[in-house]
């Protein structure tokens, strides 16, 4: 690729010399507009071969594409041609090549951010994002705090940084903070990520889910896609179904992610009918489903014990052009075990394109042991023994010990039981919170 690039930058040829008639903005226009990465890099050649005059934007938009590429082979060796044609201090120029080196070398990008002279508020917003993306949200924080001069997107970037690391409540207080301390008004991103962290919160989301909504319709936004989206996943994930479905009939215009989040939130909300009908009702319309809306579907079955439409949802995956995942296999095991179809379920285990993981064995040994068929545990114990972990699967370990005892294979049980004790096996505690209304 690299010496690709050079042989392109240096050796030109004859049947684009007409091209030179053009303008340097036409140039920039032709690499924006490329059809691939390795288009824009072969017209910018072209430009730099006729000794045009390169200005801010057609390097922009070239190094735009090398950050497509993440190849960090190619960034620097298109910043080192940067520095050599007078362009490394510009700073829309230079903050674009800091978002490359964000995608390709973060260590390369803090250096740079080091030695750019001016710095706008892009400049800064870049390295927010490139900090929570590496996990150090309070270094992410030190950058937000340290601007002289901060707008919206740094402010979302932030919210996003808090909602995506795991850290709903700070960043609800960040919001806060927004509202209350600067003269900016949130955009439909900082509502995204703000309503994105309501959907972990429970009774305290919703209430500022609802607040946001509030500030949503007063302000007379059109409920697109994204917006409306965003609603329902955090009414769904809130347990609000009413105000979820209220939000899906109000909006003009839905796709795939707005039907799988209400189809999801109705299975888990004990709404199976209702997913199975949403799910009709989605191909009426002639959306396509995608793995997710499927998982959705599946869960439903496998909650309500409809063995049959779980079968036919689970071959619709392939007629769907997709790609069984091992949260679908999962939900099939988990429905014929409970339906004491242990034999199918094991064959399913036996037959699927992946390497079983503990939530699969679980559910088939806990069939196993619900139906007091040792005979059929038997035949995997062995195998899960090898795969589990004692600091992360304690309830497997569990399963089995009762297995044994199932199958009064009492020394088995006492061996494992004090395997566990030796470990420091524990299972795992269980947890749940009330919601208020």
Not at 122 to 138: L, Q
Not at 363 to 381: D, G, N, P, T, Y
Request: with cysteine.
């Amino acid at each position: 690729m690299l010496v690709s690039l050079s042989r392109r930058l240096l050796n030109p040829t004859n049947h684009l010399v007409s091209w030179s008639t053009k303008s340097f903005n036409s140039w920039a226009l032709a690499i924006r507009n490329a059809s691939s990465p390795h288009k824009a890099l072969y017209l910018y050649s072209k430009m730099h071969q006729l000794s045009l005059p390169l200005d801010s934007f057609s390097l922009h938009f070239t190094i735009k594409a090398c950050a497509q590429l993440q190849s960090r082979i190619i960034i620097e060796h298109f910043h080192a041609h940067i520095i050599k044609v007078g362009f490394c201090c510009h700073v829309y120029v230079a903050t674009s090549m800091l978002h490359a080196y964000v995608v390709t070398s973060f260590e390369s990008a803090c250096l740079l951010f080091d030695e750019i002279p001016e710095r706008n508020t892009v400049t800064w917003n870049t390295m927010i994002s490139g900090y929570w993306r590496t996990g150090n949200v309070e270094r992410a924080r030190a950058v937000f705090e340290e601007m002289p001069l901060r707008d919206v997107a740094s402010w979302s970037a932030m919210i996003a940084a808090y909602v995506n690391s795991g850290n709903p409540d700070r960043g609800l207080a960040l919001f806060r903070d927004m509202m209350t301390c600067e003269t900016l008004k949130p955009d439909q991103v900082t509502v995204g990520s703000v309503l994105s962290g309501c959907a972990h919160m429970g009774s305290l989301g919703v209430l500022v889910g609802k607040s946001v909504h509030g500030f949503i319709t007063k302000n007379g936004w059109e409920l697109n896609v994204e917006l409306g989206t965003v609603l329902v996943d955090m009414y769904t994930k809130c347990g609000y179904m009413k105000n979820a479905c209220q939000v899906f009939e109000l909006m003009p215009e839905r796709n795939v992610v707005t039907w799988t989040a209400l189809i999801c939130g109705s299975a888990q909300n004990g709404f199976s009918k209702e997913a199975l009908t949403l799910f009709e009702m989605m191909q009426t319309a002639g959306v396509r489903p995608n793995e997710l809306t499927l998982t959705g579907i599946l869960s439903a079955c496998m909650r309500t014990g409809l063995v049959e439409e779980g079968r036919k949802y689970f071959k619709m995956i392939e007629e769907c052009g997709l790609e069984p995942r091992i949260q679908h296999y999962g939900c099939m095991v988990d429905m014929l075990g409970k339906a004491g179809l242990l034999e199918e379920a094991y064959e399913i285990i036996r037959t699927m394109r992946w390497e079983p993981n503990a939530v699969v064995w679980g559910s088939f040994l806990s069939a196993c042991r619900e139906h007091k068929q040792f005979e059929m545990a038997e035949k995997v114990i062995d195998r899960v023994l090898r795969m589990v972990k004692p600091e992360n699967d304690g309830g497997i370990y569990s399963l089995i010990s009762d297995l044994y005892v199932l199958g009064e294979k009492w020394d088995e049980a006492e061996g494992l039981r004090k395997l566990m004790g030796e470990e420091n096996v524990r299972k795992a505690r269980g947890s749940s919170f009330i919601r208020s209304r």
